[in-house]
């Protein structure tokens, strides 16, 4: 199973997504490998960094350009490739979409974050004529931890409006443990942090939950 993950805005929570998912899979027994298609390097570099803690290591790999036929590949020999795209609408995205089974999209609960749906529907909506097992997803990041504050709401509501958009229920909060591990080449949920291993959890849950036939079926197809 390809899950890639894209937005067009920078910043949005999607490195901190790949290598979170990709521990946790691992956990799990899943064979997962991260395909690192920004030239930033954010994901490939933490996973350098993960080669000397005492964690298991997880298989990284940077791609750039066309990357329809080598993730084509990849899916043949891994559970779950985890695509981690640069934030913006880039070759990368737009090929890489091409073989994705689910195209996951983190957004901030932001009106400017928001503002980029369309752009990203759009781009999806051309990749399904090609490709139409596409499943596009959108995940909440950076929420606010004070419940007063009524922006998750706001941005429910928000995609109200996009049925064809799976909304996951389950959010990530703004936790300074994200960026602690993200330092260090771990997952939240090797830093003994109650909140953020249940919310993982929760959200990466909630994508196998939705989607795990494929998972299960597509290993060494
Ligand atoms: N839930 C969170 N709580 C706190 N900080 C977070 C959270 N998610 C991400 N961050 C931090 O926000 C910053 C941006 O996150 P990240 O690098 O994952 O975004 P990105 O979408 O991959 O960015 P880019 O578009 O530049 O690749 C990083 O410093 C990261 O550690
Ligand atoms: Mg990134």
Redo the contacts with the bound molecule.
């Keep these: 199973m390809i899950i890639l993950v894209g937005s067009e805005k920078?910043g949005v929570g999607?490195?901190t997504l790949s290598t979170n998912f990709a521990v946790l899979l691992a956990s799990l027994k899943k064979d997962v490998v991260i395909v690192d298609t920004?030239r930033?390097s954010?994901?490939a570099n933490w996973a350098q960094y993960r080669e000397e803690t005492e964690q298991p290591r997880i298989d990284c790999i940077r791609q750039y350009g066309n990357l329809t036929k080598t993730l084509e590949s990849l899916n043949t020999r891994y559970n779950i490739v985890i695509v981690?795209c640069?934030?913006s609408i880039s070759k990368e995205l737009q090929t890489g979409l091409l073989a994705a089974d689910i195209v996951i999209m983190p957004f901030r609960p932001s009106q400017w974050d928001l503002d980029t749906l369309p752009s990203m529907l759009e781009v999806i909506e051309t990749a399904k004529n090609f490709n139409s097992k596409l499943n596009a997803c959108a995940v909440m990041t950076m929420c606010p931890t004070n419940s007063r504050i009524g922006e998750l709401e706001e941005a429910r509501e928000f995609f109200a409006a996009y049925p064809e958009v799976t909304l996951l229920k389950n959010v990530f909060f703004d936790r300074k443990v994200y960026r602690d591990a993200a330092s260090s080449g771990l997952g939240a949920i090797e830093l003994n942090n109650d909140k953020a291993t249940a919310e993982v959890h929760d959200v990466c849950k909630e994508i196998i939950s939705i989607y795990l036939s494929k998972i299960e079926g597509n290993h060494g197809e």
């Design positions: 920078g999607k490195s920004d930033q954010t994901s981690d640069q934030g």
